[in-house]
């Protein structure tokens, strides 16, 4: 069975520095799919960046972008620029890309709190 | 943009009454999910549902747990005889294809008493 670990339970960062939350996952699979979802007070799950094991280079949506290292299975999010709506719960999530024609499920790590600070 | 929907937003019930949560997916995807989180700790698969039948089921879904389609646009989780550990945020997901991503509904909050 796949698990994901997220070893930072918090995290303190100013507005507008970069701040980086680890995820290192288990699997003995090839191909899947890495996701950081962000979960605000209101207890939303946004998704926030996905990557593909297969592809090598690191996935980047605006201010986040991730560093993705296969052999080594670590998942990091590094945020650029933060804002203060940036504060929230992160979870790191992963899902097999086996396309056995069922659903897959999501498997999650217990999440990072990011505080954003002035 | 198209996004999953549930209802209520908060439910409180008796322990060892029945409730049902409702999620209407979005509207071309294919493959539903229920997931919960007790509050302070992980998001938790409970099932996957697709071509009208479960695909997976974790553990925690037992016979306590129904999921059902009736419809074609609403997905709903029934528990039968709540208990107080049922208390939890409950999401539903869906996705459109097998490589696509999971959307995640605002959740229900869930309290048993």
């Known amino acids: 069975a796949q698990t994901v670990t997220q070893s930072q339970p918090e995290m303190s960062v100013q507005e507008a520095e970069t701040v980086t939350l680890s995820c290192t996952y288990d699997?003995?699979?090839?191909?899947?799919?890495l996701f950081w979802y962000k979960q605000p007070p209101s207890r939303q799950m946004i998704l926030v960046i996905r990557?593909?094991?297969?592809?090598?280079q690191n996935a980047t949506e605006n201010r986040f972008s991730v560093n993705f290292q296969k052999a080594a299975k670590s998942f990091s999010l590094k945020i650029s620029d933060s804002q203060l709506g940036d504060a929230a719960m992160y979870f790191c999530?992963?899902?097999?890309?086996?396309?056995?024609?069922?659903?897959?499920?999501?498997?999650f790590g217990t999440g990072t709190r990011l505080q954003v600070t002035l | 943009e198209p996004e999953v929907t549930q209802t209520p937003s908060h439910q409180v019930t008796q322990m060892g009454q029945e409730v049902i949560l409702r999620c209407v997916p979005i509207s071309n995807h294919l493959y539903f999910y229920w997931y919960r989180q007790i509050l302070g700790q992980k998001v938790e698969f409970l099932v996957s549902?697709?071509?009208?039948?479960?695909?997976?089921k974790s553990e925690i879904f037992d016979d306590q747990f129904s999921v059902e389609r009736p419809d074609g646009s609403n997905f709903t989780l029934k528990i039968r005889s709540t208990k107080l550990e049922d208390s939890a945020m409950y999401f539903c997901?869906?996705?459109?294809?097998?490589?696509?991503?999971?959307?995640f509904g605002p959740g229900t909050r869930l309290t048993v008493l």
């Open positions: 549902f697709y071509n009208n039948e479960i695909s997976e």
């Open positions: 999530a992963y899902r097999s890309r086996i396309n056995t024609g069922t659903a897959s499920k999501l498997t």
């Open positions: 997901a869906s996705r459109r294809g097998v490589t696509d991503t999971q959307y």
């Open positions: 699997t003995s699979e090839s191909d899947y799919y």
């Open positions: 990557q593909e094991a297969y592809k090598q």
